[in-house]
């Protein structure tokens, strides 16, 4: 078999860590499997690299920091095949553009354009095991070094696992698996043997970082097998992600996840004329701002209130696109002291009373919600950021997750 790893930061975190990875790796090269292992930076290495910029400036050039992050995830890639070909296996580190990966020019959050599995192949014929940074790729245009958004190591092993088309992608982390919510946020939460694309990718894209949301939704594109699991016990099997017809329970709620990352834009007293929301909303799509929960109500003599969250690291970017419509709203404000609980679960599809019981279980607690939106398989609901853990463990008891 053709196996993608991917290591994330806690699991490359220190340099007994790397070695227990490359113990990981060992054990399945002898079980004749051929291996690509991506990896990301040691822990806490793209955070320090990112206070560094900082220092110098508030807007640094987003090419300069994806250079400057691209580094963390490099150093780890050489340390690891250096210690594997130390003990008898034979192994090459490669940057993203060594292993092909093409991107657009969105700096910090590049989209992969297209893969170039040869450099790969080639090393994968004389028995290599190939480590390849992750999280990085060159930009078709300028042939830059580019990033693809925060944890987006996941997302270079997919995409990988889906060009070369191994037979399974398996993400290694802290937690041996994708479990009822965080379970460092309610120690009563339940390990799931498997979960749909469709369930994984709303829990993802609304808080539970486990997996970067992105990646989720390109292994469903490329119909990956996606597994998700722990480097500490390796022994210990993850959890699937998979097609739903997979999966013959079919619970009503699967999941809770919790995003604090989130800030609350209001804007009152918008002047109220047709296309106004398009204007609005086009400027942010433009600016690569990912919006969700809007609310409009009407407000006094002919204007309008909005209300809307975006994810925290666009609200210097969201300031920007504000500006340009200060003279049509009578007040611009930002709220940081919110946080989004969602449940999430196919059943509702086919459930009634879903969304009242989770309304009840947070008034039970007197928290007060302040934007609710829902789809056909989750309900996301604002709360103020000191009731997030409360709210998280009210709901997983409301659903009886722990049983
Ligand atoms: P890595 O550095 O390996 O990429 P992350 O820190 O990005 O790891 O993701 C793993 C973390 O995700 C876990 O430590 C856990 O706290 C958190 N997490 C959030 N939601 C869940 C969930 N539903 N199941 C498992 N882990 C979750
Ligand atoms: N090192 C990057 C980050 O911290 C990418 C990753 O770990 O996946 O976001
Ligand atoms: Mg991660």
Request: glycine share 6%.
């Given at each position: ?87 008898g296996y034979k192994a090459t580190s490669m940057s993203g553009r060594e292993a092909g990966i093409v991107t657009d020019n ?237 449940i999430v679960g196919v059943g509702m599809k086919s459930h009634t009373g879903v969304a009242s019981k989770a309304f009840s ?35 997983h008891d409301a659903y009886n997750l722990d049983k």
């Amino acid at each position: 078999m053709l196996k993608v790893l991917k290591f994330g930061g806690t699991s490359v975190g220190t340099l007994e860590r790397i070695q227990n990875v490359a113990n990981i790796i060992k054990k399945i090269k002898d079980e004749g499997h051929d291996v690509i292992a991506v990896v990301s930076a040691m822990s806490g290495e793209t955070n320090k690299l990112l206070e560094y910029a900082a220092n110098f400036s508030n807007n640094p050039e987003a090419n300069e920091i994806d250079m400057l992050l691209s580094s963390g995830e490099r150093v780890t890639s050489a340390l690891l095949s250096i210690a594997l070909n130390e003990q008898g296996y034979k192994a090459t580190s490669m940057s993203g553009r060594e292993a092909g990966i093409v991107t657009d020019n969105a700096h910090t959050k590049a989209r992969i354009e297209s893969i170039d599995t040869t450099n790969m192949k080639n090393a994968l014929n004389d028995g290599k095991v190939i480590i390849v940074a992750g999280f990085q790729g060159v930009t078709e245009d300028s042939k830059r070094v580019s990033t693809l958004g925060r944890g987006g190591s996941d997302l270079t092993a997919v995409a990988i696992a889906g060009a070369i088309e191994a037979d399974v992608c398996e993400i290694y982390t802290d937690v041996d698996g994708i479990y009822t919510t965080d379970p460092r946020i309610e120690p009563r939460a339940k390990k799931l043997d498997k979960i749909s694309y469709d369930e994984m990718l709303e829990l993802a894209s609304l808080g539970a970082k486990v997996l970067q949301n992105r990646s989720v939704e390109m292994a469903k594109k490329l119909n990956v097998n996606l597994v998700s699991r722990s480097s500490f016990t390796p022994e210990v099997e993850g959890t699937l992600i998979t097609k739903e017809e997979n999966i013959m329970e079919k619970p009503v709620v699967s999941g809770i996840a919790l995003d604090r990352n989130q800030v609350r834009v209001g804007m009152y007293g918008v002047i109220d004329r047709p296309g106004i929301a398009s204007s609005i909303f086009t400027a942010l799509a433009d600016a690569n701002i990912n919006v969700d929960m809007i609310v409009q109500t009407r407000g006094l003599d002919g204007t309008t209130d909005l209300d809307f969250t975006i994810p925290r690291t666009d609200w210097e970017d969201c300031k920007k696109v504000m500006e340009k419509f200060k003279t049509e709203t009578k007040n611009i404000d930002y709220n940081d002291t919110i946080c989004k609980v969602s449940i999430v679960g196919v059943g509702m599809k086919s459930h009634t009373g879903v969304a009242s019981k989770a309304f009840s279980a947070l008034a039970n607690e007197n928290i007060n919600i302040r934007i609710i939106s829902t789809s056909e398989i989750k309900i996301s609901m604002v709360v103020e950021e000191k009731y997030a853990e409360l709210a998280v463990r009210a709901l997983h008891d409301a659903y009886n997750l722990d049983k």
